[in-house]
């Protein structure tokens, strides 16, 4: 193409602007958590790693915040229970649509992935609705109580749960189509049980995709809001934490501080995901 | 496998899905359909009509709410599409080999992190004691600090933000497909930059098109950080007036009407999409995730 040299040239300013937006707030967040201020913001008073570790108030480190400490602990544990119970129903609903044959195949492959067109916030309250309902209707007629249905992890868990299921399921079922069908006959001509076909073919096959779901719905988890903003009860995870202390304090350098645990933690754990799911070619 | 050990294996598998769709998504949708058809007139007394609905379509305060979440939604849509598919066309096409991966890896980073820390960067960058106003000041392009913050503007650039990945990833696995011999096919035949890209490119990326228009839409009018944030407290947002009626007022009944009233509207919003590009929600949302 003649005379496109000026246009590419300003074409590749814009990539450059637009990743330069991308970065932008990342680096605001991050950098001011190294600044020896009160503020996170300029001038630049040197470097300090206080707002992680220092044990004095004004400058409390995010090492010796007690809440921002048990958000994180509730949130890591939230996260793992999401991410083991998404990624069992995920492989069921993988070998249900891929291998299976039933009526209405097609319309339940939609609701399969409607969750993940609803709104969080509308799932967080709908869910709350039903728990509340059934506590109600319980408490009412037989006269139990059943906290684990008000505000609390259990719901969160449960309203976690209902979303990541449809990404875990998505991840391991496009794996599973690509499974050569023919090695299980082969096993199972050989003389080997289904149980064992499924232990010792099939499911290291799908193993990558099993890890890589895990953690994209650890992650997922970890950093997700509307619906957990609608279900916490005491016990709040991080973001729930954080946000508390945004609105009620206002931003203050330990919130960098944070944010730059959870983009390192993220990053490292998204990369584990993306070399687990190339490493051992299937083919 | 004889008929009756597949039989079962089906009814286990189904099991989990129908429990899951069942118990979690299907009946929790017609419970707040049903409570926001009810109404209290006395402790523990309920009537049930569409009192709830005529409330809302009566307060011009909720239902400008609802418009107004939803021309900007469209709007984040539109220019999400826009600001994105130079660079998802940039990453698919012309980027060489190596630097495409890295180029895409790059895209995918703020994907990780959360919406709380994308939102507070941006606070920190925009408010009055900030980054951008400190630095204005001190270069001497203003003279006293400004305030960024809490106006539509920078809601929009804080939304964009936040959704412009999802248009980037549909996009570009969409358009990673295309042969370069369409292209150059269409210029040998003499067409123009902008018929090759109106005529070959853009057909081409519809389904990527159509499925990050919704993912991206249906963020946008369920976001709730990014407007509630960068908007402050008159960022009249949607989810904003569902969390309030519900966790501040304690009003359950009006809650759940706006809940049914946002659901209904998206879903419209997202059936309308589909239909006028032809495609069907299996084709393209499911299919890049």
New interface residues.
Partial sequence: ?QGSNHL?WI?RV??GL??L?????????GA?AFNDST?????WRGFTLDWFISDTEPKLGLLNDEPLLRGMWNSFYIGMIVAALSV??GT??A??FVR?D?PFK?A????????????????G??????AS?IANFADSQFGLFMTWLRPGVPLIV?GQ??FL???TS??IAARLQKFDISLEEAALNLGAS?LRVLTTVTLPFLFPALFSAFIVAF?VS??N??TT??LVGSDAPL?IT??DR?VKVG?TPV??AV?VV??VG??L??LLS?VAQRSPKPD | MSRDAGRLSLILLFAPFALWIGLLIILPQIGIGYISLREKVGINEYEFGFKNYADFAQAAVYRNTLFRTAWISILVTMLALVLGFPISYYIAKIARERSRAALFLMCLIPLWVSDLVRAYGWIVLLRETGVVSTALVSMGVINEPIEMLYNDVTVIIGLVYTVILFMIVPLVSTMQGMDDSLLEAGFNLGGSRLTVFRRIVVPYAMPGIVAGCIIVFMITAGSYLTPVLLGGKNSSWFTEQIYNQFITRYNWEAGATFGVLLLLFTSLVVWLGLRLTGQSLATTVAKDT
């Fill in positions: 193409m590419l074409y814009y990539v637009f990743f937006y991308l970065v932008a707030p990342l680096l605001a967040a001011f503020f996170p913001s300029l001038p069992a129903a069921c609903n070998f249900l299976k039933f097609s339940f492959y939609v609701l399969m992935v409607v969750p993940l067109v609803i709104p969080g916030v509308i799932l309250i709908s869910i709350l609705v039903l309902m449960l749960f209902s299921t449809t990404i998505l991840v289904r992650l970890f950093e809001f509307n903003l609608m973001t954080m946000y945004m931003s919130l960098n944010s959870l983009m993220s990053g754990l998204a993306v």
